[in-house]
């Protein structure tokens, strides 16, 4: 007599393989998919998690190298993916996803195991990623791959207004002065958390024209930098945002000129707002945009793995975005 039993499809990943700029629609439908059933099992029906706009897929895969990976299955379709970043000691994954007929059956292990494997081979020493705070699921599978939850990362949006003077931008220096920028850019990391280096994120965003770099001068030094994106995230939406992806000062006091040059650089661009993500660790950050009448729009909840905590700086502060 035959007996019942849940079928679980066979488990078939052929990987990890370097992800191309031709992978992106693939990439997209993953990516929807998953995130829209994630969404569904947290009790959110009406969500459906729209495709990432292709240029964004093709800087997050130029920003990862390769670390970009892609894992296919039986009929040669992607399965899975992970990208994997590192900035200097700093790496972090995302977006990483699993088609949802190839979940609970290894597969998720698998490439958040490889992606550990890659940043340790890489030299990295943090290492971590951002979930959502509610998914009880993502939190206990990344625990389990021994990832440790700390702070939230709190995104707050102030509304785009003019400043009385814009601040310099990199985009707009001749090529010789961009090149000094960046460097002081550079070393203005390396002082406040020796290692990280956010030198390719912004060469990556002036190459392909998906927002520019704010600079903070003081005296005739850069004392600080935001680095934004204008270009929409989502594929065929206008402008709404402009996103700070990394965000750094020399001195904490500095965080209200800054935040008042981000506002006028939203409105010079043609978004509605800028939005910051900050991570818990910054209280003075957090609070003076509260008391600038930020707003709060979104919370993930920041993750390492045991041994490759994240570091804060303790002069100054550095903001990085882990998604893209």
């Not at 200097?88 to 195991?113: D, F, H, K, S, Y």
């Not at 791959?145 to 990199?170: E, H, M, W």
């Amino acid at each position: 007599m035959a007996t019942s039993r849940s079928w679980r499809p066979r488990q078939v990943l052929e990987g990890p393989r370097p992800a191309r700029p031709d992978d992106v629609a693939e990439l997209n439908d993953v990516f929807s998919e998953s995130f829209t059933e994630r969404y569904r099992r947290d009790g959110l029906v009406g969500v459906r998690v729209p495709h990432l706009n292709p240029v964004v897929w093709r800087y997050a895969i130029r920003d990862a190298g390769d670390g970009a990976m892609i894992w296919r299955g039986e009929k040669n379709e992607i399965v899975a993916f992970n990208m994997v970043h590192r900035s200097g000691v700093e790496g972090w994954m995302g977006p990483l996803a699993v088609r949802t007929e190839q979940q609970g059956v290894g597969a998720g292990a698998e490439i958040v195991r490889r992606g550990i494997e890659w940043l340790k081979i890489h030299g990295a020493t943090t290492i971590g990623l951002e979930t959502m705070p509610r998914t009880m699921d993502n939190i206990g599978f990344y625990s389990g791959a021994g990832f440790a939850p700390g702070r939230l990362t709190l995104t707050l949006t102030l509304d785009a207004t003019y400043a009385d003077k814009p601040a310099p931008l990199l985009g707009r220096l001749s090529p010789s002065d961009k090149d000094d920028a960046i460097a002081e850019c550079r070393a203005l990391v390396q002082s406040l958390l020796p290692g990280y280096d956010h030198t390719r994120e912004i060469q990556l965003t002036d190459e392909l024209a998906l927002g520019d770099t704010m600079l903070l001068m003081k005296g005739g030094a850069i004392r600080g930098f935001a680095l934004c994106h204008t270009a929409p995230l989502v594929e065929g939406r206008t402008r709404e945002d402009l996103r700070v992806l990394k965000f750094a000062l020399a001195e904490d006091a500095s965080i209200d000129e800054a935040a008042r040059l981000l506002s006028d650089f939203a409105r010079r661009s043609g978004t509605r707002r800028v939005s910051i993500r900050v991570q818990g660790e910054y209280e003075v950050a957090y609070q003076r945009l509260i008391a600038m009448r930020a707003r709060v729009r979104w919370t993930d909840l920041r993750m390492t793995l045991s041994g490759y905590a994240e570091r804060k700086a303790a002069n100054g502060m550095v903001l990085s975005n882990w998604e893209i």
